[in-house]
């Protein structure tokens, strides 16, 4: 096997372990949903439990790449793509971390219901959701169509993060006893508007490797 054939079938599993990777981590964050709408105290601990696992994928992917850079000396779109890959990683793993984040506050919450309900905040949840497996979708297939209806998707979340502060602050009014449940709401909320943020890096990125730019919008 030549040296280019090797170093292409090296790519090919970087790639792989990128895509395993995401699916890990749009799992966590359907888990972490679904905990929030179904005060689930169980599924919110799978979360937790299973973030060990996107630490060590993302570990096994940087050494995977720092060898393919310090071994093959790669240039041009080779070189993006490695540089991609490493980015693409570390958002990834800070998405499980805010999926993780959520969950932990949900643990907080146990089998109760909470006496705060905000309507938007599993829409919210639920387009963020979106964003992550659009843009891990566009990295596979090198999509530029769906990366920046991922990047413009991110004005819906932010939208709805200001609509559900100014909910929550409502509610506070009303309820000034509740507002230690109110913060959390608004800390879940702000890790939903993360979520979205590094979900709009990856496409970003995406299109860093197709393009060799990054002109659409400054990486978060």
């Not at 041009?76 to 693409?88: N, P, V």
């Amino acid at each position: 096997m030549n040296v280019r054939t090797e170093f292409q079938k090296e790519l090919e599993q970087l790639h792989l372990h990128l895509i395993r990777m995401g699916g890990v981590v749009e799992e966590a964050i359907d888990r972490s949903i679904q905990a929030f709408e179904k005060h689930d105290s169980d599924l919110a601990q799978s979360v937790v439990d299973n973030d060990k696992q996107i630490d060590d994928l993302e570990r096994e992917i940087e050494t995977q790449c720092l060898r393919l850079l310090l071994r093959q000396q790669p240039v041009a779109k080779d070189l993006r793509a490695i540089s991609t890959a490493l980015k693409i990683v570390t958002d990834m793993e800070r998405i499980g971390d805010h999926a993780v984040g959520i969950a932990d506050i949900l643990l907080r919450f146990g089998e109760h219901p909470r006496t705060q309900t905000i309507e938007h905040i599993p829409l919210m949840a639920h387009i963020a959701s979106s964003m992550v497996k659009d843009s891990v979708n566009a990295f596979v297939h090198s999509d530029m169509k769906v990366s920046r209806e991922v990047i413009e998707r991110d004005d819906e979340v932010d939208h709805l993060f200001h609509t559900i502060q100014q909910e929550i602050i409502s509610l506070l009014v009303q309820s000034p006893e509740n507002a230690d449940e109110a913060i959390d709401l608004l800390l879940i909320t702000k890790y939903i508007e993360r979520i979205g943020d590094h979900a709009e890096n990856i496409a970003q990125w995406v299109i860093f490797y197709v393009t060799g730019s990054l002109k659409d919008k400054q990486i978060i």
